[in-house]
């Protein structure tokens, strides 16, 4: 039972003092063999969007197989409810909130991480392992916003933050530039095209989605939505792009593009211990899958992109398996955050999502503080070590890096990861509680025990209307039992204003180790 806020509140006496930071739970790191590690970071992909986590709509085997013969768990979280706020938390065990700077990154943004900062990928580098970057980085690249030479090499990139290896989209589908970026360089170049991009103004000649609909051959944005600048393959995105040529991706091979560098990299590596982050390109918008999976889920494109986001899985479960490797790798699979329906491009994913629950019996989505932002599907495997079965543990992303460096017997240097706790425990289910309590962020606050949510008032808007989303943004305080109330409809903070009381001054006490005005 999670009633530490409750108690810590009645005995009137200091929840930090008494523990609530996170205390580890023994680890018994000397006794387990390296794995190697593969981190599959789904994007947008909602708590209801598969069918072990009960989707009925939709099937996704080859997740569920994974679940089957590993630990899924319930209770989950991401530390933001957008893309770039919740990697940067996941990289570097430090809460994206405490800096000013990690908002949704455009496709220019210099790289957010700094050189000097420490991410789990240094931790396994530092054990010994292979580590690699494939797919959605969204962290920024290069020094300065804007900076970049898309035509040389791209510095400071993913090498100088732990990456041996890096195959990246720099942002999202849907931001310029639209090429990959092998090892801080654009992949196939094209001498003849060189590329320029820019987040201010467009450049001369090139076509805008904004001016000529009729370029958009394969999807259109959603009306006063935005993404309707360059036009890349058919499709208009966010900023400005010219040139690239044969480097230009095909919106409909991102996800066979990524599934065959994964496999690549572990075929190159499979007698050495590895890490491998897989960020999904699947199932932001632009969704626009391979033919072979149009159609198949009846959903239109956000469905047939689950379908392919579950291929993706399935291609890396059957190279591990080829390679005599699928006992000692652990992977965990998991989304960045919430779902959402509509998020700017007309895919009919509204029209035709028929009685499916992307967020399954939560509240809200991506971008919102209630429990569908940031409560996100959460697989371990790891067939050497694991027990299948379900964990309702409390668990976040932020726990990922000090949960890894104690898997491989690292130390985080003082100073490094600090949000971060040792949570193996929790992630290898021998500890069936996990966290004390989780931050997480959208607009507002929230600080959860597991049982009690509370979330700080926000003056932002409380619904996006072009989403359909509730951000549970709200000028008041709020406070639901999770327990009873997952859908958080029942605001109790008047009713027990004791527990609100202490679930604030665990919010505050987090705040006040460090946060930037903003
Ligand atoms: C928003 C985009 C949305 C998506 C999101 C980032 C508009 C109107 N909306 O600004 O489509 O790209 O940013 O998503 O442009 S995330 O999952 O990468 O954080
Ligand atoms: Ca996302």
Redesign the pocket.
């Known amino acids: 039972m999670k009633t530490k806020v409750l108690l810590g509140c009645s005995l009137g006496g200091s929840l930090l003092a008494a523990g609530c930071a996170g205390t580890p739970k023994t680890a018994d790191a000397e006794m387990l063999q390296k794995p190697n590690v593969i981190f599959i970071v789904a ?2 992909l909602g708590y209801g969007d598969m069918s072990c986590y009960g989707a009925k709509a939709i099937s996704t085997p080859h997740v569920d197989s994974l679940a089957a013969n590993g630990l899924r768990f319930t209770d989950a979280h991401s530390v933001a409810a ?3 706020p919740s990697r940067y938390s996941l990289f570097t065990g430090h809460y994206s909130w405490r800096r000013n700077d990690t908002g ?1 990154a455009t496709g220019d943004a210099g790289m957010i991480i700094r050189p000097e900062q420490r991410t789990v990928a240094d931790v396994f580098k530092a054990a010994g392992y292979a580590t690699g970057a494939i797919g959605k980085w ?1 962290l920024g690249m290069g020094d300065k916003a804007g900076t970049q030479d898309w035509n040389g090499t791209i510095t400071p990139g993913p090498q100088d933050i732990g990456f041996d290896y890096s195959y990246l989209m720099a942002a ?1 589908g ?2 310029v530039p639209c090429v990959w970026i092998e090892n801080q360089q654009v992949a196939n170049y094209d001498e003849n095209a060189p590329i320029y991009v820019s987040y201010k103004e467009p450049f001369p000649g090139e076509p805008l989605g904004k001016d000529h609909p009729e370029l958009l051959t394969k999807l259109k944005p959603t009306p006063k ?3 309707n600048q360059a036009i890349v393959n058919g499709i208009s995105r ?1 900023g400005y792009m010219k040139g690239g040529g044969k480097a230009l991706w095909q919106d409909e091979h991102i996800a066979d593009t990524i599934a065959a560098k994964a496999v690549q990299f572990i075929e190159q590596h499979k007698d050495s211990a590895f890490f491998l982050y897989v960020g999904t390109n699947d199932i ?2 632009p969704r626009y899958p391979h033919p072979r999976f149009v159609g198949k889920s009846g959903m239109g494109y956000r469905g047939d992109a689950i379908l392919q986001f579950d291929w993706t899985v399935g291609e890396i479960m059957k190279a591990l398996r080829q390679q005599g490797i699928a006992d000692n790798t652990m992977i965990v699979l998991t989304s ?2 919430g779902p959402v329906v509509n ?2 491009y007309l895919d009919q994913a509204v029209e035709l999502l028929g009685n499916h629950r992307p967020w399954g019996e939560l509240r809200g989505g ?1 971008y919102s503080i209630f429990e569908a932002g940031t409560r996100v599907p959460f697989i371990v495997s790891w067939p050497a070590k694991v027990t299948p079965g379900v964990s309702d543990a409390l668990v976040s992303h932020i726990d990922l890096f000090a949960s890894m460096a104690g898997l491989v017997g690292e130390k985080p240097d003082e100073g490094v990861a600090v949000d971060s706790r040792n949570q193996l425990p929790a992630l290898l289910g021998e500890d069936k509680e996990g966290r004390d309590y989780i931050v997480e962020v959208a607009q507002a606050f929230s600080v959860s025990d597991g049982e009690w949510k509370y979330i700080a008032p926000c003056k932002r808007t409380p619904y996006y209307a072009i989403t359909r989303t509730e951000t549970g943004n709200s000028k008041e305080e709020q406070l639901y039992n999770l327990r009873e109330d997952l859908g958080e409809k029942n605001n109790l903070a008047a009713k027990y204003p004791k527990i609100v009381e202490a679930m604030k001054e665990l919010l505050e006490q987090e705040k006040a180790k460090g946060f930037p005005e903003r």
């Open positions: 994007d947008d957008t893309s770039t949704i969204h999202t849907d931001r939505h935005g993404h966010i932001h918008v960045d955050n998020d700017g991506k």
